[in-house]
């Protein structure tokens, strides 16, 4: 067996639960160092692990020979350079989403990945758990039939407080609103367990907060099979929930409502035909515990980099993600729905916000 590859995280936030999930896979990784500018944020994680250096330069991680991963962290608008800095620096990069705020930007990755050795893994770690591998085999076992519709909801309570960030709720620092911070993850489920999206018809608004961006949504989205799907969005519920639910030929699929692990949460999965419940029931009983979340993503990275058989997030999947974030920005904008993929001549393929080159202090 290998010796754990060493992880450099860039950015305590999010960074510290992506910390606690490579502590849960000792043999896999080992995380070396944390590099954040405020030592209080890098604090609560050296107290769990003294031997973590803390670092402030990214420049000084990327010269370390012995940090194989770097694991970016960051606020969207910085993650476009530092992946590339450490694609050129020769390290696997893991990234947070958005992976980056453009379409421009997803191929300019994706060149420099082609070009060089390094490999990067968006996050996407909704994919990650029991009740999605129960969904994808009573797929593969062909149990499912024909999908019909899909509701999605990402009902979320954020105020002042989760405002209180300067770089969050504005143009320049998050790129984009509910769309792109909240509900990416459930999105990515569409063409998950769906398919390709073929086109989606979005309405937004923002009624919760006092932010420039977006923190209510409704979207009506076809997919090239022909079903259909409903998004609702909004920060302003009593509380965090996240559901989805899958109306298929031969059966229902309805996840439970944990707001960052649906896939983690009990599901159930109701024939239509009650004669055919007993098929469904051995199916699902058959699936084992598996890891969820970021550690399920992480050991799929793992398994990737080993050369073992593995379904980890590529980049391919962020852009996909990303063509329909941007989609629904131009939808939004012109009041009409719009086609996917969104091509390279398109308004929007350099970015969907107002000033997309805009820089944040």
């Given at each position: ?18 910390f ?37 330069d ?13 694991d ?41 990945e ?5 490999r ?10 029991r ?22 909801e ?10 209180a ?9 998050e790129?984009g ?14 063409s ?6 073929a086109?989606?018809?979005?309405e ?12 209510c ?13 409903t ?13 989805m ?8 699929a ?32 058959a699936?084992p ?9 992480f050991?799929a ?11 980890p997030v590529?980049?391919?999947?962020a852009?996909?993600?990303l063509d329909f974030?941007?989609a629904?920005?131009?939808s939004?904008r012109t ?17 969907w ?5 805009a820089?944040?202090?």
């Amino acid at each position: 067996m290998s010796d754990p590859r060493a992880v450099a995280i860039v950015g305590a936030g999010i960074g510290a639960e992506h910390f606690r999930a490579y502590r849960r896979l000792p043999e896999r990784f080992a995380v070396r160092t944390i590099c954040e500018l405020d030592p209080d944020r890098a604090a609560p994680l050296v107290a769990e692990d003294p031997g973590l250096a803390v670092e402030t330069d990214l420049a000084r991680v990327l010269a370390d020979p012995a940090i194989d991963i770097v694991d970016i962290c960051l606020p969207p608008h910085l993650h476009l350079d530092a992946c590339l800095r450490a694609l050129a620096a020769g390290k696997h990069v893991i990234c947070e989403k958005p992976l980056v705020t453009a379409l421009r930007d997803a191929d300019r990755l994706a060149q420099a990945e082609a070009s060089g050795r390094a490999r990067i893994f968006p996050v996407f770690q909704y994919r990650f758990g029991r009740g999605a591998a129960q969904l994808r085999a009573l797929i593969d076992a062909g149990i499912t039939g024909t999908p019909f519709v899909a509701t999605l909801e990402t009902h979320w309570d954020r105020g002042a407080e989760y405002y209180a960030a300067p770089w969050r709720g504005t143009w320049a620092g998050e790129r984009g609103g509910a769309v792109l911070g909240h509900a990416i993850h459930i999105h990515d489920w569409l063409s998950f367990v769906l398919g390709p999206v073929a086109s989606v018809h979005a309405e937004l608004a923002t009624r919760v907060n006092p932010i420039e961006v977006e923190d209510c949504a409704a979207l009506a989205i076809r997919m090239h099979s022909g079903a259909l799907a409903t998004s609702s969005i909004t920060l302003g519920a009593a509380g965090d929930t996240s559901r989805m639910r899958f109306c298929f030929a031969g059966l229902t699929a309805e996840s439970g409502t944990a707001p960052y692990a649906p896939a983690e949460d009990a599901w159930r999965f109701t024939a239509r035909d009650p004669a055919d419940q007993p098929r469904i029931d051995a199916v699902v009983a058959a699936v084992p515990e598996t890891l969820g979340g970021f550690a399920g993503l992480f050991n799929a990275v793992a398994d990737a980099l080993d050369g073992q058989p593995s379904e980890p997030v590529a980049l391919a999947d962020a852009r996909r993600s990303l063509d329909f974030v941007t989609a629904v920005y131009a939808s939004a904008r012109t009041g009409a729905p719009v086609g996917l993929p969104i091509g390279r001549d398109h308004a929007l393929y350099d970015g969907w916000a107002p000033d997309p080159k805009a820089s944040v202090e």
